[in-house]
């Protein structure tokens, strides 16, 4: 059985990404799932934007309102409750937290427009992934592996690395139904530790038709993540 496809930020294929026009044209794309990042406004506001900061050396995002992050970005900024009901009943939705404390007031309002079975949650933080397991037992939530490390020092580095290589205890203390996790420590360990444990298993973000293929049809990958969708979906088929 071939993998489930998670269209990245909506995919890139059609539209720029993250803007709501891709996530319009992901639901013609065949792909399962819809991936958008989650962050708050100052204001409040549950937007769809993955970086931390609103343009290069622009203010953190939870520092700014609504407003001011749509003009610094330069285009409409999704909201999360306008992304959630576009693919209410089409698609799931997978749902990256970026930061930790509202997890809550994102988890009520995805249950709300979606149902608790129609979507997944991800997040690098395990305390999120702990927090939304408590809240919501069955709700699907993701430990996402894969941080970035370079404003870690080089022994704060290694520790963190090896919590991703070797991630069973964590997800067990989390309580994570699944892993997402980046597509080289997939391949190096943690495929294989969540087969040999049944623990679900989405691999990021995964774009040139090489990886695509292989991973497809990899009986321990449940979900692939990928920017080109579209393509992914063309790619199953083929191989089907």
Known sequence: ??????????????????????????????????????????????????????????????SIGYRELCERAGYHVPELGEVLELIAGEVAGHLDLKETGYEWEVLGLAVEVLGADGFVVTSLEDVSIARI??????????LSLGRELGSH????QVELRHGELFPLRRIRACGAD???????????????????????????????????????????????VTDRPRRAVELREKAA
């Open 153 to 156: 020092g080089w022994h704060r």
């Open 178 to 224: 699944w892993v997402a996790v980046q597509h080289l420590l997939a391949r190096l360990t943690v495929l294989g530790l969540c087969a040999r444990h049944g623990i679900g298993a989405m691999v990021w973000t995964v774009n040139d038709d090489r990886r695509i293929g292989r991973l497809l049809t990899d009986p321990r990958v449940d979900v692939l």
């Open 133 to 142: 397991k408590r809240t919501h037992p069955g709700v699907r939530a993701a």
């Open 1 to 62: 059985m071939s993998a489930l496809i998670s269209a990245h930020r909506g995919g890139g294929e059609d539209a720029p990404p993250a803007t709501l026009d891709a996530y319009k044209k992901s639901l013609e794309t065949g792909a399962e799932y819809v991936e958008f990042d989650v962050r708050r406004t100052r204001d409040g506001e549950l937007v769809i934007f993955h970086d931390e900061r609103a343009g290069r050396g622009g203010p953190r995002v939870d």
